[in-house]
């Protein structure tokens, strides 16, 4: 019995020191087992590493608008040269407004097949090719926003869809910047291409203190904004405002009833056949108003425009008056010239004369 009570114990001892003998964990924050070191890239899944292949065939089909369909039809040759470096078959079809893209017997990456789904997702969204190709690769990642939903009124959506383009497109540049990652608005989608860190980060202050070494394994929220939410609303201002009077301490007097009426005019006292008089009287009085202005309206037509006043020629200024006195005596002297050459005997006579005027001079 001594020999069993003093086992006991020390049984219990022996498996004490052994629990405390086992390594405990070392207490480290999430963040640092996340973090992923700098120019560390996953290694590309190649053919060695599925060498049978996939066991069934998989597809999937997008339907695009119309306005897409000129594009679909000049790329999609480009389409299908970059699907088939992966053993993916993409089919266009005009008539029924599809793409469609399924898995070969030389498949070899199960999760290519995702990636042609996004790409053809991307070409029915308006996002060109050169954009959309890139979600082939290992690093890139895509996202299609449905922000059509979010708010009811379309004013109200279309002028919060402006605020996320911007003045020229200024905001979207700044988020593609930011984010390192294409964003296309069209519609009712966003459509996103980047890294897998961009499509989540869209703030300038994230990516600051990412540079920072001490701060990656702390928490931003002390350095974030925090904006309090208040719904605001702006109460439109009636057509027909009312002042108000000023106050007076007497009450308003009291309006006059139909009968109070009635007896001031003297109605109150006629028979019901002269009350009907006098109503016909009055509705009489009102059509005769209206056929009135009705007829003045159509004489309207009939009316002819007033004419300009005829403006009169001004008299013609004496300076410009022709004299014909002085034109009779211009022809009467042409005429009385002699046409034709000189006789000798003239000719002698004017070459004397010049002679002496040289010898005067």
């Known amino acids: 019995m001594a020999s069993s009570s003093s086992n006991g114990p020390g049984t219990a001892d022996g498996k004490s020191e052994f629990r405390s003998k086992k390594p405990k964990p070392e207490n480290r924050d999430e963040s640092e087992l996340l973090t992923v070191p700098d120019g560390w890239k996953e290694p590309a899944f190649s053919k060695e590493d599925n060498p049978r292949g996939l066991l069934e065939e998989s597809s999937f089909a997008t339907l695009f608008p119309k306005y897409r369909e000129a594009y679909l039809k000049e790329c999609w040759p480009l389409v299908q040269k970059a699907l088939n470096e992966h053993h ?9 407004g599809s793409m469609t893209v399924c898995t070969t017997k030389k498949t070899f990456d199960p999760y290519v097949i995702i990636r042609a789904r996004d790409l053809i997702k991307l070409l029915a969204r308006s996002v060109s090719f050169e954009q959309a190709v890139r979600i082939l690769q290992d690093d890139v990642a895509c996202d299609i926003i449905k922000i059509g939903s979010l708010v009811r009124n379309k004013e109200r959506f279309v002028k919060r869809r402006q605020r996320l383009i911007g003045p020229k497109g200024s905001t979207l540049k700044a988020l593609e910047l930011l984010t390192n990652c294409y964003i296309m608005v069209q519609g009712n989608t966003v459509s996103v291409i980047g890294p897998f860190s961009g499509l989540k980060e869209t703030l300038m202050i994230k990516r600051e203190l990412a540079k920072d070494s001490e701060l990656r394994s702390q928490s931003w929220e002390r350095f974030l904004p925090q904006f309090k939410h208040k719904n605001v609303n702006k109460r439109k201002e009636p057509k027909k405002k ?10 308003p007097p009291q309006p006059e009833s139909q009968i109070d009426k009635e007896l001031a005019s003297g109605e109150y006292f006629l028979k019901a056949s002269q009350k ?21 309206e159509r004489n309207k037509a009939f009316i002819p425009p007033k004419e300009k006043p005829v403006v009169k020629p001004k008299e013609a200024s004496t300076e410009n008056k022709i004299d014909v006195a002085a034109i009779k005596e211009k ?17 002698k006579l004017k070459m004397e004369a010049d002679e002496k005027k040289k010898k005067k001079k």
Do not use: C, H, W
């Open 242 to 251: 009312t002042v108000k009077k000023e106050y007076t301490p007497f009450p």
């Open 331 to 347: 022809v009467k002297k042409a005429k009385n010239k002699k046409l034709g050459a000189l006789s000798a005997e003239e000719v």
């Open 88 to 96: 993916i078959n993409a089919t266009l079809d005009l008539i029924e």
């Open 276 to 296: 009907k008089q006098q109503k016909m009287e009055a509705i009489k009085a009102k059509q005769a108003e209206a056929l009135s202005k009705r007829q003045e």
